[in-house]
T-cell receptor, first 115, second 112 residues
Framework: ETGVTQSPTHLIKTRGQQVTLRCSSQ?????VSWYQQALGQGPQFIFQ???????GRGNFPPRFSGLQFPNYSSELNVNALELDDSALYLC??????????????FGPGTRLLVL | SQQGEEDPQALSIQEGENATMNCSYK?????LQWYRQNSGRGLVHLIL?????REKHSGRLRVTLDTSKKSSSLLITASRAADTASYFC????????????FGEGTQLTVNP
């Protein structure tokens, strides 16, 4: 167990809808990252939040957005869903400090299916 | 885009044998990490090796890193059926936060 939880575990949406995925980080971790993993592929970095500010973004359009809250929780929002958004969405929490980067701990993921 | 490439894509061995997986990457890195994933679920962190380290051990795992060749290998000794999973290498380039760039993974099957 990594101490990182995600909800919901599975979700079915239709094209054009909006979705919010949630993540609860390990207590004390100041950084959360979100990844998209298509079937049969490795995870792709979406973006990262550090102390509630976006701190880096991968090659994803603006309809992918996020929030990080002071209570170690975070959200990934996707607007105008497309069929290709069907994937496993993973969040990972870590501690980034002056001592350097630490291991990222992943949640179990939310599997999103867009019909 | 994927930075790392794992080799082989799939590996099938018998219980008790050793399994070796390789990873190559393209840019300079801050560290390299190996993860395991069972049946499309969450990733489990196995080991992290920093760019100034050459070898690291953790239980039955041995990781090597050759920054001159931009490559790493993961060795699992005395494999067990429970080691059956997908294994991914991920690099942290040390820029713009601690984003990880993953390869496409090696599917390991350990037959009892």
């Amino acid at each position: 167990e990594t101490g990182v939880t995600q909800s919901p575990t599975h979700l079915i949406k239709t094209r054009g809808q909006q979705v919010t995925l949630r993540c609860s980080s390990q207590s004390g971790h100041n950084t959360v990252s979100w990844y998209q993993q298509a079937l049969g592929q490795g995870p792709q970095f979406i973006f990262q939040y550090y102390r509630e500010e976006e701190n880096g973004r991968g090659n994803f359009p603006p309809r992918f957005s996020g929030l990080q809250f002071p209570n170690y929780s975070s959200e990934l929002n996707v607007n105008a869903l497309e069929l290709d958004d069907s994937a496993l969405y993973l969040c990972a929490s870590s501690w980034d400090g002056a001592g350097g980067r630490e291991t990222q701990y992943f949640g179990p993921g939310t599997r999103l299916l867009v019909l | 885009s994927q930075q790392g490439e794992e080799d082989p894509q799939a590996l099938s061995i018998q219980e008790g044998e050793n399994a070796t997986m390789n990873c190559s990457y393209k840019t300079s890195i801050n560290n390299l990490q190996w993860y395991r994933q069972n049946s499309g679920r969450g990733l489990v962190h196995l080991i992290l090796i920093r760019s100034n380290e050459r070898e690291k051990h953790s239980g039955r795992l041995r990781v090597t890193l050759d920054t001159s060749k931009k490559s790493s290998s993961l060795l699992i000794t005395a494999s067990r059926a429970a080691d059956t999973a997908s294994y991914f290498c991920a690099t942290d380039a040390g820029t713009s936060g601690s984003r990880l760039t993953f390869g496409e993974g090696t599917q390991l099957t350990v037959n009892p």
